[in-house]
């Protein structure tokens, strides 16, 4: 992590101390479903027939779950985390130069190194490059709208690309998402995975759209949208938003029916 | 007053939307951008156990495959250790098995295909052992938040019986929605599962 990433995290008053580090292969802390959207939220309407009725099943985590893939750099090319430059063809794609960092945490406060993290967005006009988008914004020709970095050892990551722009989209008859980039991130066990939404402060379509009103904390929504960070933005070249992103925290197992401890 | 624990929060889940393919399968989309793409065959020539394809749908609540779901699955090689350091079970660990793939469904069909080995039965931590099994995470429009479930294997049924998770589920007649069934079809071994999100033949899905 950079000299001036280190100071922003320095910075950031509600940042705690790291707890005491987590010794073992303990699960992971229990999910806290009262902050992530239910899976039946009838305002988003896709979610009332894919939603199951009965119960989740608890499990405590064993070893299928607090395992997960372990990816490398090899798995990833020197542009996949630029956006600006991994699909261009004749130019730059046309849109807000933007770089967005952040680290990946877990909920002890501790960076989660060497983790791979995807993200995909529309382009500037609100126009995804995929097959089944057919909304009327063109398609940019230098932009593809997705990439993936791995952390560093401290959990920092970042790429570089153009702020995405909001599009209409077959729920209400006048829904519009609000600018936004999906997020996927692995963590160190498969229990921990996660893929979320990144939304831009200060963006009024944050408050009227029914895909973030499914989260039930306002908190927990709160996070999901990223500060503008001038401080580490680049002079003449781009503006950086802010997006830390918490995965659950690891147990220890003091005691276990096993021959060795922690 | 007492101390503040100091935890942070997870930050919430959301849909991964329609156009998840963009990220995690950009080929899906229609295009062509990483020189290496994850992919749906977990195996390689040199892979130590006996090949099978996975072969299903995701329903939802009116019986209608999701042609738009994505699938991850995770699993233990043929001696039951999982490629992680976290497992120090004594099976050996495959170079040639990562243990991890996706898949996108097939945008007409909703068919999904997985390409690997049949896992072999891996130990809890209590010492318990555990049937074969492939652990799944679903994704897609209209999910919120990514379910957790698993695949078990209809030609193990003793092992299927002693299994620790499946006595967890109170109601045997739920315990069938995890086990995918087994046939031969043109030489290859394949599995069968259905994932019914909701309704009377709902899948169990796992709080993990």
Same mark, same amino acid.
């Given at each position: 992590?950079?000299?001036?990433?280190?100071?922003?995290?320095?910075?950031?008053?509600?940042?705690?101390?790291?707890?005491?580090?987590?010794?073992?292969?303990?699960?992971?802390?229990?999910?806290?479903?009262?902050?992530?959207?239910?899976?039946?939220?009838?305002?988003?309407?896709?979610?009332?027939?894919?939603?199951?009725?009965?119960?989740?099943?608890?499990?405590?985590?064993?070893?299928?779950?607090?395992?997960?893939?372990?990816?490398?750099?090899?798995?990833?090319?020197?542009?996949?985390?630029?956006?600006?430059?991994?699909?261009?063809?004749?130019?730059?794609?046309?849109?807000?130069?933007?770089?967005?960092?952040?680290?990946?945490?877990?909920?002890?406060?501790?960076?989660?190194?060497?983790?791979?993290?995807?993200?995909?967005?529309?382009?500037?006009?609100?126009?995804?490059?995929?097959?089944?988008?057919?909304?009327?914004?063109?398609?940019?020709?230098?932009?593809?709208?997705?990439?993936?970095?791995?952390?560093?050892?401290?959990?920092?990551?970042?790429?570089?690309?153009?702020?995405?722009?909001?599009?209409?989209?077959?729920?209400?008859?006048?829904?519009?998402?609000?600018?936004?980039?999906?997020?996927?991130?692995?963590?160190?066990?498969?229990?921990?995975?996660?893929?979320?939404?990144?939304?831009?402060?200060?963006?009024?379509?944050?408050?009227?759209?029914?895909?973030?009103?499914?989260?039930?904390?306002?908190?927990?929504?709160?996070?999901?949208?990223?500060?503008?960070?001038?401080?580490?933005?680049?002079?003449?070249?781009?503006?950086?938003?802010?997006?830390?992103?918490?995965?659950?925290?690891?147990?220890?197992?003091?005691?276990?029916?096993?021959?060795?401890?922690? | 007053?007492?101390?503040?624990?100091?935890?942070?929060?997870?930050?919430?889940?959301?849909?991964?939307?329609?156009?998840?393919?963009?990220?995690?399968?950009?080929?899906?989309?229609?295009?062509?951008?990483?020189?290496?793409?994850?992919?749906?065959?977990?195996?390689?020539?040199?892979?130590?156990?006996?090949?099978?394809?996975?072969?299903?749908?995701?329903?939802?609540?009116?019986?209608?495959?999701?042609?738009?779901?994505?699938?991850?699955?995770?699993?233990?090689?043929?001696?039951?250790?999982?490629?992680?350091? +976290?497992? /120090? !079970?004594?099976? =050996?660990?495959?170079?040639?098995?990562?243990?991890?793939?996706?898949?996108?469904?097939?945008? *007409? %069909?909703?068919?999904?295909?997985?390409?690997?080995?049949?896992?072999?039965?891996?130990?809890?931590?209590?010492?318990?052992?555990?049937?074969?099994?492939?652990?799944?995470?679903?994704?897609?429009?209209?999910?919120?938040?990514?379910?957790?479930?698993?695949?078990?294997?209809?030609?193990?049924?003793?092992?299927?019986?002693?299994?620790?998770?499946?006595?967890?589920?109170?109601?045997?007649?739920?315990?069938?929605?995890?086990? +995918?069934? /087994? !046939?031969?079809? =043109?030489?290859?071994?394949?599995?069968?599962?259905?994932?019914?999100?909701?309704?009377?033949? *709902? %899948?169990?899905?796992?709080?993990?």
């Amino acid at each position: 992590m950079s000299a001036q990433a280190a100071a922003i995290d320095a910075a950031r008053i509600n940042r705690p101390e790291p707890l005491t580090p987590p010794l073992g292969d303990g699960g992971f802390f229990q999910r806290d479903r009262a902050i992530h959207p239910p899976a039946y939220a009838p305002g988003y309407k896709s979610s009332v027939l894919r939603s199951p009725r009965q119960s989740l099943l608890s499990l405590e985590g064993s070893i299928s779950e607090i395992t997960g893939p372990v990816f490398g750099h090899n798995d990833l090319g020197p542009l996949d985390n630029d956006l600006i430059r991994n699909y261009a063809k004749d130019g730059d794609p046309i849109g807000e130069r933007i770089v967005v960092h952040g680290r990946v945490l877990d909920e002890t406060g501790r960076g989660v190194p060497n983790t791979l993290v995807e993200f995909w967005q529309a382009n500037a006009g609100g126009r995804y490059r995929h097959k089944k988008d057919t909304y009327l914004a063109p398609i940019d020709p230098n932009f593809g709208g997705c990439g993936r970095a791995l952390t560093d050892a401290n959990g920092y990551y970042f790429f570089r690309t153009v702020k995405p722009g909001p599009y209409p989209w077959r729920n209400y008859v006048n829904s519009w998402r609000p600018a936004h980039i999906h997020f996927s991130v692995f963590g160190s066990g498969f229990a921990q995975r996660l893929i979320t939404q990144m939304y831009f402060e200060g963006d009024p379509l944050i408050p009227v759209c029914p895909i973030l009103a499914t989260v039930p904390d306002p908190e927990a929504l709160g996070r999901l949208i990223a500060p503008l960070d001038l401080n580490a933005s680049a002079p003449f070249d781009s503006l950086t938003y802010r997006f830390d992103i918490v995965l659950r925290g690891r147990r220890s197992t003091y005691f276990d029916n096993r021959p060795e401890g922690n | 007053m007492v101390q503040q624990l100091t935890y942070l929060k997870e930050t919430a889940s959301q849909t991964a939307g329609p156009y998840v393919h963009i990220g995690l399968i950009p080929g899906m989309a229609g295009f062509d951008i990483f020189e290496k793409n994850f992919t749906n065959i977990l195996t390689g020539p040199n892979t130590k156990g006996e090949r099978i394809t996975l072969e299903g749908r995701v329903l939802d609540g009116t019986g209608t495959p999701l042609r738009d779901v994505l699938l991850e699955i995770w699993q233990a090689n043929a001696a039951g250790r999982y490629n992680h350091p +976290a497992d /120090r !079970s004594p099976g =050996a660990i495959d170079g040639d098995f990562h243990g991890w793939g996706r898949a996108g469904s097939d945008f *007409e %069909t909703g068919l999904i295909t997985f390409e690997t080995i049949k896992p072999g039965a891996t130990v809890d931590k209590t010492g318990r052992k555990c049937a074969p099994h492939v652990n799944v995470w679903i994704v897609a429009r209209g999910i919120n938040i990514g379910l957790n479930t698993r695949i078990y294997f209809s030609d193990e049924d003793a092992a299927n019986a002693a299994d620790p998770v499946l006595n967890l589920i109170e109601q045997p007649v739920r315990r069938s929605t995890l086990i +995918a069934r /087994r !046939s031969e079809r =043109a030489g290859k071994v394949v599995y069968d599962f259905t994932i019914n999100l909701q309704g009377p033949d *709902e %899948t169990v899905f796992f709080d993990v």
